[in-house]
């Protein structure tokens, strides 16, 4: 697995550093710029995809969506859903004075997977649902991956409330998440 996206990585930085100017110094024209976005997105797109299919992922959010419809902008760091194996870990944190539970000025929780189901549909978009019950956290989990990118869009539902929490990112493969996890409850 490691080889592959170091391999991807790779392929990833030689293209954009080959599309940068040519051998007569002339800038790529708009419809290049285009397609080497478009591979970067596929290539980002398949890492994305190979994450969540190896239980291996972090959503790392810079948006989030409260139950009555409030969003707030985040810092991707300090909010994601993380799934490595068998646990899962939800946290957000919001830039409050208040050091929170969790030391930052939110909430995290761990716990164990229960269930975990992927889906693909004809369009090419990737959901995940899973149940996620721990220490101070019983919910349905259920990712969106949308087709030919690493954007999604996770809802954590709990079971026993009727609240909900969307967070909207990228999908990133654990090995290069730069997530910072504060106290679990």
């Known amino acids: 697995m490691k080889k592959v996206i170091f391999l991807i990585t790779a ?4 293209a954009i550093s080959g ?3 040519d ?3 002339r800038k790529p024209t708009k419809q290049e710029r285009k397609a080497q976005e478009a591979r970067i997105d596929s290539m980002k797109s398949t890492m994305a995809e190979k994450a969540i299919e190896d239980s291996a992922f972090v959503l790392e959010a810079d948006q989030v969506t ?8 985040v810092t991707s760091n300090t909010n994601f859903v993380a799934v490595n194996g068998g646990r899962a870990s939800v946290q957000v944190a919001f830039n409050v004075p208040w050091p929170g539970f969790n030391g930052l000025g939110g909430i995290t929780v761990d716990g164990y997977i229960s269930r975990y189901e992927k889906t693909k549909d004809k369009k090419g978009n990737v959901y995940l649902k899973m149940s996620v019950n721990g220490r101070g956290i019983s919910a349905q989990v259920f990712l969106t991956l949308w087709a030919g990118s690493n954007k999604a869009t996770v809802s954590v539902q709990q079971n026993f409330y009727s609240g909900r929490i969307t967070l909207d990112g990228e999908i990133v493969p654990l090995e290069y998440s730069g997530v910072f996890k504060g106290v679990a409850l």
């Open 23 to 25: 051998a007569n110094g």
């Open 11 to 14: 392929l990833v930085i030689a």
């Open 19 to 21: 599309y940068a100017q």
């Open 66 to 73: 409260f139950k009555r419809g409030y969003t707030a902008h």
